[in-house]
């Protein structure tokens, strides 16, 4: 009895073996292509919160692959110093003229107070001004 259970144990394992390998002339399992980054960010303008939230990294067998996980970082890496760049040069320029309006004695800064608005309605050339006797 044991003998039977041994040879058909072999047997089983073999044909699976063979089934799962091809032993014909199509394939059983055709080789999967590597999944691929669809939805890289936009070549075009700067990535956007939305860009990074739809963004999804393909997986492989030991997790992401890492050339488009360096190609991701590498290209926010490359808008973020540009954007600190750009927000340290506005600084920059806003405190030279908050220093040049604060050297000019006597002149109003920028935002002081509000602009005077011009009168609301049509000016009469006929009206006459109070206490005016014509």
């Not at 080789?31 to 956007?48: F, G, H, V």
């Not at 890492?66 to 806003?94: C, H, N, P, S």
Request: glycine fraction near 8%.
């Amino acid at each position: 009895m044991f003998w039977f259970l041994l040879i058909a144990m072999v047997v089983v394992i073999a044909a699976v073996t063979l089934a799962v390998v091809g032993g014909g002339e199509s394939e059983v399992l055709p080789e999967a292509a590597p999944e691929q980054l669809t939805d890289p960010l936009p070549p075009t303008r700067p990535a956007t919160r939305a860009d990074i939230e739809a963004l999804r990294l393909p997986v492989t067998a030991r997790g992401y692959r890492m050339a488009d996980v360096d190609d991701v970082l590498g290209r926010l890496g490359a808008e973020l110093a540009e954007r600190d760049a750009r927000i340290a040069q506005l600084e920059a320029a806003l405190a030279g003229a908050q220093a040049t309006a604060a050297d000019r004695p006597g002149a109003p800064g920028m935002f002081d107070k509000p602009l005077a608005r011009p009168a609301e309605g049509p000016q009469d050339a006929d009206a006459t001004e109070p206490g005016d006797d014509r």
